[in-house]
């Protein structure tokens, strides 16, 4: 596997709204907030 530890990050489009995702701030176990269309989705689904 590659080490991407220095890479920027970067996130697939929003799973509930399909808009791009360019921060996300994960805001528990299975809460992680998506910036700029605000939805809520699961960690899990930005990786
Ligand atoms: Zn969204």
């Known amino acids: ?16 709204c399909g808009e791009p995702i360019t921060m996300a701030v994960v805001a528990g176990p299975m809460t992680a907030r998506v910036s700029p269309c605000g939805c809520r989705v699961v960690p899990e689904s930005l990786e």
């Open 1 to 16: 596997m590659a080490d991407e530890s220095e890479a920027t990050p970067t996130f697939p489009d929003c799973p509930r």
